[in-house]
């Protein structure tokens, strides 16, 4: 069993700052990638951004340059620092692992910016 549990989310306005956390517990494959994926009212979920175990990472063209995803790989835990943020940025923020070709989800925490 692989739980994921996310904090952070919240309200912000505009141009202002969130650091979502998510912590991984179980059984979790040394080699795995986590990220973040998000969900806009009515749009679909879409990624916005991974990093693996070995830190490589990936981002949305829409986060570029103002998310920035890290990751404690000894503890299973990743974050992302969420900067410039944008109205169009509201949603609820899911954490993820890929493990052993598995996919695992969190319960996701709603991020809203005010504008």
């Known amino acids: 069993q692989v739980q994921l549990v996310e904090s952070g989310g919240g309200l912000v306005q505009a141009g202002g700052s969130l650091r979502l956390s998510c912590a991984a517990s179980?059984?979790?494959?040394?080699?795995?990638?986590m990220g973040w994926y998000r969900q806009a009212p009515g749009k679909q979920r879409e990624l916005a951004a991974t990093?693996?175990?070995?830190?490589?990472?990936n981002y949305a063209d829409s986060v570029k340059g103002r998310f920035t995803i890290s990751r404690d790989t000894t503890m299973n835990t990743v974050f992302l620092q969420m900067n410039s943020l944008k109205s169009e940025d509201t949603a609820v923020y899911y954490c993820?692992?890929?493990?052993?070709?598995?996919?695992?989800w969190g319960q996701g925490t709603q991020v809203t910016v005010s504008s």
């Open positions: 993820n692992v890929n493990t052993a070709g598995r996919l695992y």
């Open positions: 179980g059984s979790i494959f040394s080699t795995n990638r």
């Open positions: 990093i693996t175990s070995s830190g490589s990472t």
